[in-house]
């Protein structure tokens, strides 16, 4: 008789294990889904985090300081320019870590300061913003509202506790979406060779400089394109991973058609015609790249963990956007308008758009704006900004700077001053 209730237990404990072992994890009704918003955040801090955690691998260079001082830079501009992911406490990391790098910042020498610092010195500043991998997921595995995001980033290391996932997504799937989208939009948007400005006697000069460049850069971009396909791992979906074998050997294809030399070419010595030959059959073999029928959102859209990756994907646009017209930017008014006379004694606010004549100081300049892009010359140099930025221009004793304020496709406006 008293055997049964030992008989009974163990038969409950039996049935008990059994459940447990077959129950799937569920998702902490508390942890928020993920989302792209997140996964980008998490992608962009990752990647910014492991430059820092870096910094001291410059230590054996006679220019360390300069290096270090060079990526500190670049890590505060990519986290000043960060949206807030709207976690108290990963933004309050993130603040903390700019408030560091910048104190780091101004214990470094200029970069163009001919003097550095000893490498003793400098790896002594940078020890206390180092190791910020293990702070940031530690940090990251106490965030309901970000463990999920973070874990399927591709650039960020994977949590060593995953947690359970309300997404059919994989960090790979992610990966595998974000890569082809990254890919497909940079063919899509492959400069053509050549420029309408290159007819105007005034910017003649620079089209055999202009072409040599576009064929380097596009030869550049081809091998970069083609590196970061290769790399992918399979997906195990038929429909992706032939979609991905087919773009891989359409960039492979036509890197073979693009001249061997043209990371190595000098603007002289390829006659210009041949120059423009080439130029012609590069943009011809890019534009053949992506398989022709062939739509990546659609075929997303039929599997779906990786339509679920896909509207993770931080590169990607979801799937049930609406499709919309490119903003409009609407230029301010320049100060002198378009009066270039303004500018003769060296300062001035003018807004420009065709090719036009401006004298600054008894110095003759062509400015002019195209695709976006400020293109300035003078005498036999040639400045292109695009997007906000600054060109200088030595002149004798002065200089004389151009800074512009804004652009839209065809018009910016610029700042003229002398120094």
């Known amino acids: 008789m008293r055997t049964r209730p030992a008989a009974a237990l163990i038969a409950g404990l039996v049935l008990l294990a059994g459940c447990s072992a ?45 290096q270090v001082a060079t990526q500190v830079n ?11 992911s709207g976690v108290k406490q990963a933004d309050a990391y993130v603040s903390d870590l700019a408030r560091a790098l910048g104190k780091l910042r101004d214990q470094l020498p200029d970069s163009e300061a001919p003097e550095q610092l000893p490498a003793a010195r400098v790896t002594a500043l940078v020890e206390p913003v180092s190791r910020q991998q293990p702070k940031l997921a530690r940090l990251v595995a106490r965030s309901r509202a970000l463990r999920a995001s ?35 939009e940079s063919i899509a948007t492959l400069p053509e060779p050549g420029d309408d400005l290159l007819k ?29 396909l290769a790399d992918l791992p399979r997906t195990r979906i038929a429909e992706a991973d032939a979609y991905r074998s087919d773009l891989l050997s359409g960039l492979r294809e036509a890197r073979a058609r693009l001249p061997r030399d043209a990371p190595m070419f000098s603007p002289f010595s390829v006659p210009l015609g041949q120059l423009r030959t080439q130029a012609r059959q590069a943009a011809r ?28 994907a931080p ?17 301010p008014s320049a100060r002198d308008g378009r009066k270039i006379a303004a500018c003769q004694d060296g300062t001035c606010q003018i807004a420009v758009s065709a090719p036009v ?15 976006g892009t400020v293109w300035i010359v003078n005498g036999s140099g040639l400045i292109r900004l695009s997007g906000p930025g600054t060109a200088r221009f030595g002149t004798g004793e002065e200089t004389v700077v151009f800074s512009v304020k804004a652009t839209t496709g065809t018009a910016a406006v610029l700042d003229v001053s002398t120094t």
């Open 200 to 228: 105007d006697p005034r910017f003649a000069q620079f089209e055999s400089m202009e072409l040599s460049n576009y064929l380097s850069s596009l030869t550049s971009e081809v091998e970069s394109l083609t590196e970061s």
């Open 150 to 184: 973070y874990h399927l980033a591709p650039g960020c290391r994977p949590l060593k506790r995953p947690p359970a996932l309300s997404t059919s997504a994989t960090r790979d799937l992610v990966r595998w979406a974000d890569t082809l989208c990254a890919t497909t």
């Open 22 to 66: 077959a129950e799937q994890p569920r998702p902490d009704p508390q942890d928020r889904p993920p989302s792209r918003t997140l996964v980008a955040w998490s992608d962009a801090v990752c990647a910014n985090v492991k430059v820092v955690d870096g910094l001291r691998s410059h230590a054996g260079s006679s220019y360390y300081a300069t």
């Open 357 to 371: 004549d401006v004298s600054i100081r008894g110095s003759r300049f062509t400015t002019a704006v195209s695709d």
């Open 285 to 312: 073999a890019v534009a053949a790249v992506v398989p022709a029928g062939q739509d990546l959102p659609g075929l997303a859209r039929r599997h779906p963990a990786l339509a679920d990756a896909y509207d993770l």
């Open 74 to 84: 670049s890590v505060l501009d990519a986290l000043d320019a960060l949206e807030p």
């Open 315 to 331: 590169r990607c646009v979801s799937l049930d956007a609406p499709s919309s017209a490119p903003p409009t930017t609407t230029l």
